[in-house]
């Protein structure tokens, strides 16, 4: 598998313009980059197979789809061995809401990014969901008020 120090300023180039706007062809992506499809293509097969490209998605908007309260929840476990840990982890991996789920350092465990069409929506996750897992002790929310820069582009430079 490659390193970042095996990538050239091509391959770089091919990952910031995939980043942003995954549904081109291999073509459109070729004159973007400044390259012939037939090299551009073998490049982006080898970025695909060494991992560098996870997946490729759409981004669906979430105020067309009715979505349009997001909470960043932060949890605390009751106890922290690793049954409860993966216990907690499997519970809230099956909640369509919960958009990420991150470990995290100091007084909470958790930091999930949560996603409900309102606030109602919102109560009825966290006390009827959230709070009835065994493994929580605490939920410490906080309503953001709408995104003022959301990317899942990352800094390749």
């Known amino acids: ?12 180039k091919i990952l910031d313009v995939v980043q942003r706007n995954a549904p081109m062809t291999t073509a459109e992506l070729a004159e973007r980059v400044g390259m012939s499809q037939s090299p551009c293509w073998r490049r982006l097969t080898r970025l695909k197979d060494d991992g560098y490209i996870i997946d490729q998605v759409t981004r669906l908007s979430a105020d067309k789809m009715g979505l349009r309260t997001n909470v960043f929840a932060n949890v605390k476990l009751s106890a922290h061995g690793r049954t409860n840990l993966n216990e907690f982890i499997e519970a809230v991996s099956r909640i369509p809401e919960v958009l990420e789920v991150h470990p995290t350092m100091g007084p909470f465990d958790f930091l999930l990014r949560i996603i409900t069409r309102d606030v109602e929506d919102y109560r009825e996750l966290a006390f009827g969901r959230l709070l009835t ?25």
């Open 133 to 157: 897992l065994p493994t929580v002790q605490e939920i410490n929310s906080t309503m953001s008020l709408g995104p003022v820069k959301m990317t899942t582009a990352l800094p390749i430079r």
């Open 1 to 12: 598998m490659a390193s970042l120090a095996d990538l050239d300023e091509t391959d770089l």
